[in-house]
């Protein structure tokens, strides 16, 4: 048990909808970054919010946005979904920017059909 | 070149037998290097990070890094069925993020 949550842990929505994911960071940790785990592919680095502020992006269109609250919660935005979005999505909380020691959430496993 | 690479095996070894998995990595400024494993439809779990050339020990895990050859291992002692699952080497940029291989998948057949 990480102590990172997120929500929903499943989801089919069709494409070009819209979704919305989220995630609640482990306690004292600042840093919230986003992952994208296709099928049999390692995770890929989507975006990161260090004090509710982007820092830092992967090769990821602009259709992939997110936002991070006071309390460190984040969301992921994705807009007009595509089938090629179905994926494992993973946060991960750290205290520091460095990620040395992230902390996985459960997922949510996004299906768009 | 990927940034990290790993092979994917399937790597099969048996019950009690040491399980060697292998990664390298094509950014000579890394710092820091993890191995998560994965068991299927789960979310990946830090077993062990390594920032020093050498070997670290906890338990039945030994990660060694090789920064001059840009390679990283984690080896399995006394391997067990539970231990089955894929096992994700990640390296920290410089830019803060973690940059993950496609995986390995180990079997540990009883």
């Known amino acids: 048990e990480t102590g990172v949550t997120q929500s929903p842990t499943h989801l089919i929505k069709t494409r070009g909808q819209q979704v919305t994911l989220r995630c609640s960071s482990q306690?004292?940790?600042?840093?919230v970054s986003w992952y994208q785990q296709a099928l049999g592919q390692g995770p890929q680095f989507i975006f990161q919010?260090?004090?509710?502020?982007?820092?830092g992006r992967g090769n990821f269109p602009p259709r992939f946005s997110g936002l991070q609250f006071p309390n460190y919660s984040s969301e992921l935005n994705v807009n007009a979904l595509e089938l090629d979005d179905s994926a494992l999505y993973l946060c991960?909380?750290?205290?520091?920017?460095?990620?040395?020691?992230?902390?996985f959430g459960q997922g949510t496993r996004l299906t768009v059909v | 070149q990927k940034e990290v690479e790993q092979n994917s095996g399937p790597l099969s070894v048996p019950e009690g037998a040491i399980a060697s998995l292998n990664c390298t990595y094509s950014?000579?400024?890394?710092?820091?290097f993890f191995w998560y494993r994965q068991y299927s439809g789960k979310s990946p779990e830090l077993i062990m990070f390594?920032?020093?050339?050498g070997d670290k020990e906890d338990g039945r895990f030994t990660a060694q890094l090789n920064k001059a050859s840009q390679y990283v291992s984690l080896l399995i002692r006394d391997s067990q069925p539970s231990d089955s699952a894929t096992y994700l080497c990640?390296?920290?940029?410089?830019?803060?993020?973690?940059?993950f291989g496609q995986g390995t998948t180990l079997q540990v057949k009883p």
């Open positions: 991960a909380s750290s205290s520091t920017t460095g990620l040395e020691e992230a902390f």
């Open positions: 306690s004292g940790h600042n840093t």
């Open positions: 919010y260090y004090r509710e502020e982007e820092n």
């Open positions: 950014d000579r400024g890394s710092q820091s």
């Open positions: 390594i920032y020093s050339n």
């Open positions: 990640a390296v920290c940029s410089n830019t803060g993020k973690l940059i």
